[in-house]
Every structure is written in C-alpha cells, then in structure tokens.
C-alpha cells in the first residue's frame, strides 16, 4: 500500500489559519457528519457516518526552526461505499485515516496536503470534512508542459528515475519508456520530447532518503512507499515551489 498526496491552497494565510482553527475545534470526540440507509432484506436502517479528529505532534528533531511543516492533524472518517452482490446493493461504510499537514515556509505558506493511502481515501475524507461544516479549501493539482523547457525545469526536482513518453511523431514508434539514472541528462529523452513527445508520468527519486514519488500528466501524486504525512510535505515541497514558479499548478 502505497502513498496518494492531495494539495490544497488557501487564498491566504489568514483563511488557513480559520480553517485549522475549525479543524482543531473538532479535535479529540468523534462527530457525525452525515447518515446512509442500510438495507437488509426488507429491512432499513440508518446509520451516523462519523469522523475524529487527532492532533499529531511535528517532529521537532527533523523539523528544526523555519521548519517546513507547521501543523499535522490525523483525520479517521467513515467513508460510504456500494457494494453490489447477487441479492442486490448494499450501503457499508468503511474507515478511511488521512493526514492534514499545514506548511509553515514561504513561498508556500498557505498550501497543505491530505496524505492518504488511497485516492478514494483522501477524496472521502475530504468531502467527510466539508459536509461537517469547514471551509475545505481549493484542490489543486500539477500540470506538464509540453515545450522543451520542461525538460530543464525537471533538472531542479532531483533524480529522474523513470518515464513515460506518449504521442511521439514517428510512424513506428508512438511510446516509449526510459528506465535508468539521472535521466533528466539523457540526449534520447531530450530529442523526444523537443520533437514533439508528450510527458506522461515521471518517477523522481531522492537518491539520499531513497524514497520515490510518481507523477502524472492526470495530475496525480504519488509513492509506491508507505510514506507519513511529514515525510510526504518534505518530499513534494520542491516539486510544489518548481511548478507554482512556472505557472504549472492549478485547480483540480
């Protein structure tokens, strides 16, 4: 089970501040946020779709002054689900655990994550907090460039491990996959892309922590590691400044 990253951002620091001041209200009871019926048989009955609220300490030791993450809420949530079986549907619900982590450093001061194991479990756990009555902010996501200087921009994230490029104009060959070291230095990669070549999806990795994270022209952010919400923030922190610099990230 891997790691899925939802960016939020905030028009300002003072909205943010409102918004973690709601969030630390509902700290430590659980709250019901919304109801579903359940059918079995003939038989119907509503139950609470709950939600807790945790607050988590910042690690100081890794974290020092200046630090990168300002606050880290765990969030559990029932989340509702179909499921479908040959007497018919059923409405369950399952528990889903995200982390809210707040960034304290400029230039990305009013920018925050949901980090979750799955995409259906940050999306919940981001509709379970709107329908409790906080002002979820705008979900962003990164965008690809399809110029040649993309290729130099990606020279500032770090270690290109792995690509996929689509659409390439050529009669035999329309993909291709690069697998290797550093690959952001590669001429065939560079070629491709300057004749035309699409972006897919990136893999950089942090060859000092080892720690990988995914890419996608969809916009999606994600690592095949089990990473906590603080790790997360320390790893796309680059990325989100390098995008938000060249006007690559925008609303979901």
Not at 92 to 108: C, L, R
């Amino acid at each position: 089970m891997g790691t899925y990253i939802q960016i939020f951002k905030f028009p300002n620091q003072s909205a943010k501040r409102k918004f973690e001041e709601h969030l630390e209200s509902y700290v430590g009871s659980a709250k019901t946020y919304s109801r579903i019926i359940l059918n079995l048989g003939d038989k119907s009955f509503e139950v609470p779709l709950k939600i807790l609220i945790e607050k988590v300490p910042v690690q100081q030791s890794i974290v020092p002054s200046g630090s990168v993450v300002d606050k880290r809420y765990k969030v559990k949530a029932d989340i509702p689900r179909e499921v479908v079986h040959l007497d018919g549907k059923w409405n369950i619900k399952e528990m889903e655990v995200v982390e809210y982590v707040s960034y304290g450093v400029d230039p990305i001061a009013s920018y925050s994550l949901l980090v979750g194991s799955s995409k259906r479990g940050v999306r919940g756990v981001s509709d379970a907090l709107r329908r409790l009555g906080l002002s979820v902010p705008v979900q962003l996501k990164i965008r690809f460039a399809h110029r040649s200087f993309f290729v130099e921009m990606l020279r500032e994230l770090g270690s290109i491990g792995w690509v996929y490029i689509g659409e390439i104009p050529d009669y035999h060959v329309k993909g291709a996959m690069f697998h290797g070291v550093r690959l952001e230095d590669s001429d065939v990669f560079r070629d491709l892309v300057e004749r035309g070549g699409r972006i897919r999806a990136i893999v950089i990795y942090n060859e000092v922590k080892r720690v990988k994270i995914i890419l996608s022209e969809g916009g999606t952010i994600y690592s095949q590691q089990k990473l906590d919400g603080e790790t997360a923030a320390e790893e796309i922190k680059d990325i989100i400044e390098t995008f938000q610099h060249y006007g690559l990230i925008g609303v979901a």
